[in-house]
């Protein structure tokens, strides 16, 4: 089965400051997709990436998909206490069920 | 806000106990996914519906079953509850492959 890997697990960052979350995948990837949550709710949908290349930006957040690397990297600019939460990337299983296995998360802090 | 909608927010029984969990998908979205996200496993994914009958399963329990009705509503039934199962529940709606996440059900068996 597909497992994903994300790093770092946490991350503490002053405001203002730039910052990469990666997430790696033991196998192929056919949709890679982005989710923010804060603690104890639902997910909020950032972006999905299906493209080995692709790159999609949303206001201060962009995500890359580098396919032959089997991963995925969120970047967010000048960072602001709002993106504080815990960052999940998802994998589609390819084929048509779009079942998605979840990384562990990252936690981010952003300290003002 | 998603569109999901999920009830209740929070359900705390007991041990042995049945329970069914309800999700209302986005209109048009004839998917809906279960996830179950727990501190040590993470969010997993449980089973999937598409326009009424079950499309994919995941890691779900034998105990634990789930329906989509003709209005596309869907209801996870929990039952023989163990102190295990307490998690978040979330179900998912999809029409063209982004999945949208409801607010979650918070499960409490004690």
């Known amino acids: 089965s597909q497992e994903l890997e994300q790093s770092p697990q946490s991350l503490i960052v002053q405001e203002g400051k730039n910052l990469t979350i990666n997430c790696t995948s033991s196998k192929t990837l056919y949709g890679l997709y982005w989710y923010k949550q804060k603690y104890g709710e639902g997910l909020i949908f950032l972006m999905m990436?299906?493209?080995?290349?692709e790159e999609k930006s949303h206001e201060k957040i962009t995500a890359k998909l580098d396919e032959k690397k089997q991963q995925s990297s969120l970047h967010i600019t000048a960072s602001q206490p709002s993106h504080a939460g815990i960052y999940l990337c998802g994998a589609a299983s390819g084929g048509s069920n779009y079942k998605l296995t979840f990384g562990k998360g990252t936690l981010l802090t952003v300290n003002p | 806000d998603s569109g999901v909608t999920q009830t209740p927010k929070h359900l705390i029984t007991a041990t042995g106990q049945r329970v069914t969990l309800r999700c209302s998908p986005r209109s048009g979205d004839l998917s809906v996914y279960w996830y179950q996200q727990s501190l040590d496993q993470g969010l997993q994914f449980l089973i999937q519906y598409y326009n009424g009958e079950e499309r994919a399963k995941g890691n779900i329990l034998e105990r634990f079953s789930a329906q989509q009705f003709p209005d596309l509503h869907s209801e996870l039934n929990l039952s023989s509850l163990e102190l295990g199962d307490s998690a978040l529940y979330f179900c998912?709606?999809?029409?063209?492959?982004?999945?949208?996440f409801g607010p979650g059900t918070r499960l409490t068996v004690t």
């Open positions: 998912a709606s999809s029409s063209s492959g982004t999945q949208y």
């Open positions: 990436l299906q493209k080995g290349g």
